[in-house]
T-cell receptor, first 113, second 116 residues
Framework: ETGVTQTPRHLVMGMTNKKSLKCEQHLGHNAMYWYKQSAKKPLELMFVYSLEERVENNSVPSRFSPECPNSSHLFLHLHTLQPEDSALYLCASSQDMGNTEAFFGQGTRLTVV | AQSVTQLGSHVSVSEGALVLLRCNYSSSVPPYLFWYVQYPNQGLQLLLKYTSAATLVKGINGFEAEFKKSETSFHLTKPSAHMSDAAEYFC??????????????FGQGTTLQVKP
């Protein structure tokens, strides 16, 4: 148990579907992150939220839409994805932005068909 | 810009042998450095981190890493490999400058295989 829970663990969706990934942290942290892990590529930061405000959008296409309704929850809304978006999506949290330890969830394995 | 290079995408050792996973970084400011481990179908777990205190950092599961500024390296070692160490290992760097968002820059990862 890492304190960061992601649901669902696995998701298969068509290119015309709309789905959402959910992340919940039980650690009282103020910063939350979405990372993408594709095969044969380094993990890539997608979004950073601090105290529910987005502070970084790492040139992510608009078909990915994050939402942070409170400091414990982070969503990634997906629509009209492409097969190359298939990857493991990892959520992480840290006490604050900056140089503190990030705790990762187990990830959502997304397959776009 | 910061970057991380992990030398060797696959490392194979025998059980009981020394584990050495290499990581070199590039950073224009003094960095924070991390090693994470990922088991199959799992998220990332922090093994250890360097944040400017002692240059030799001890982590969980018997792992340690040494920060060498002159070599811009942060190699991960373990004296004796165990079968349960088989996993993928990631080195990461974070900027300690002002305005830092906590963004981690990861290396490509090294898969450690442990042979009986």
């Amino acid at each position: 148990e890492t304190g960061v829970t992601q649901t669902p663990r696995h998701l298969v969706m068509g290119m015309t579907n709309k789905k959402s990934l959910k992340c919940e942290q039980h650690l009282g942290h103020n910063a939350m992150y979405w990372y993408k892990q594709s095969a044969k590529k380094p993990l890539e930061l997608m979004f950073v939220y601090s105290l529910e405000e987005r502070v970084e959008n790492n040139s992510v296409p608009s078909r990915f839409s994050p939402e942070c309704p409170n400091s414990s929850h982070l969503f990634l809304h997906l629509h009209t994805l492409q097969p190359e978006d298939s990857a493991l999506y990892l959520c992480a949290s840290s006490q604050d932005m900056g140089n503190t330890e990030a705790f990762f969830g187990q990830g959502t394995r997304l397959t776009v068909v | 810009a910061q970057s991380v290079t992990q030398l060797g995408s696959h490392v194979s050792v025998s059980e009981g042998a020394l584990v050495l996973l290499r990581c070199n970084y590039s950073s224009s400011v003094p960095p924070y450095l991390f090693w994470y481990v990922q088991y199959p179908n799992q998220g990332l777990q922090l093994l250890l981190k360097y944040t400017s205190a002692a240059t030799l950092v001890k982590g969980i599961n018997g792992f340690e890493a040494e920060f060498k500024k002159s070599e811009t390296s942060f190699h991960l070692t373990k004296p004796s490999a165990h079968m349960s160490d088989a996993a993928e290992y990631f080195c990461a760097v974070s900027d300690r400058g002002s305005g830092n968002t906590g963004k981690l820059i990861f290396g490509q990862g090294t898969t450690l295989q442990v042979k009986p």
